[in-house]
T-cell receptor, first 117, second 113 residues
Framework: DAGVTQSPTHLIKTRGQQVTLRCSPKSGHDTVSWYQQALGQGPQFIFQYYEEEERQRGNFPDRFSGHQFPNYSSELNVNALLLGDSALYLC????????????????FGEGSRLTVL | KQEVTQIPAALSVPEGENLVLNCSFTDSAIYNLQWFRQDPGKGLTSLLLIQSSQREQTSGRLNASLDKSSGRSTLYIAASQPGDSATYLCAVSKGTSYGKLTFGQGTILTVHP
């Protein structure tokens, strides 16, 4: 059973460029969430996708956008990169939380390490 | 706004010791709490999930407890081993948040032989 897979694992960009990160959820999962983890910090929630729509969003600017495809995979796009966007970007998958029906447990991928120069 | 705090920030122990990692959260209206392990530069591995109606969960040498009313959780690691060295993160979610976790900053654990 394949877990959550992310690509690329590492990438280097320069300020002002744009980047796209990709995520395939764990088999049987339909919900994808994205997190940003700066060095030495806990992950911060960016947004979540279900049924190809953004359902929730954290405190991130509009430069961060996403997409979910019919096969539940997802992309995270970041425009006009800043030095402060350098971080580990984590994708997590789950089944849509239905209280009393599933646990809401999240499973994470290995992340994409973005360095902005 | 939910805030999660983990104490201590770092911990170094000799192999074989039993240890406790602490996690506190400010809003007790949580749906569940998850403990994760993170190795350097890697993703998060789920260790234990505790539903808000539960008091504890156990997996092997790990035991996590939850006191929702006081906003606290502890992760107990028995008979620590060098392979347990990693960063341990706790995170909480609300029932209406569909997978939005609020994380603490983690405890960096080093177990030396």
């Amino acid at each position: 059973d394949a877990g959550v897979t992310q690509s690329p694992t590492h990438l280097i960009k320069t300020r002002g460029q744009q980047v796209t990160l990709r995520c395939s959820p764990k088999s049987g999962h339909d919900t994808v969430s994205w997190y940003q983890q700066a060095l030495g910090q806990g992950p911060q929630f960016i947004f979540q996708y279900y049924e190809e729509e953004e359902r929730q969003r954290g405190n991130f600017p509009d430069r961060f956008s996403g997409h979910q495809f019919p096969n539940y995979s997802s992309e995270l796009n970041v425009n006009a990169l800043l030095l402060g966007d350098s971080a580990l970007y984590l994708c997590a998958s789950s089944s849509l939380l239905t209280p009393g029906y599933n646990t809401g447990e999240l499973f994470f991928g290995e992340g994409s390490r973005l360095t902005v120069l | 706004k939910q805030e999660v705090t983990q104490i201590p920030a770092a911990l170094s122990v000799p192999e074989g010791e039993n240890l406790v990692l602490n996690c506190s959260f400010t809003d007790s209206a949580i749906y569940n709490l998850q403990w994760f392990r993170q190795d350097p530069g890697k993703g998060l591995t789920s260790l234990l999930l505790i539903q808000s109606s539960q008091r504890e969960q156990t997996s092997g040498r790990l035991n996590a407890s939850l006191d929702k009313s006081s906003g606290r959780s502890t992760l107990y690691i028995a008979a620590s081993q060098p392979g347990d060295s990693a960063t341990y993160l706790c995170a909480v979610s609300k029932g209406t948040s569909y997978g939005k976790l609020t994380f603490g900053q983690g405890t960096i654990l080093t177990v030396h032989p």
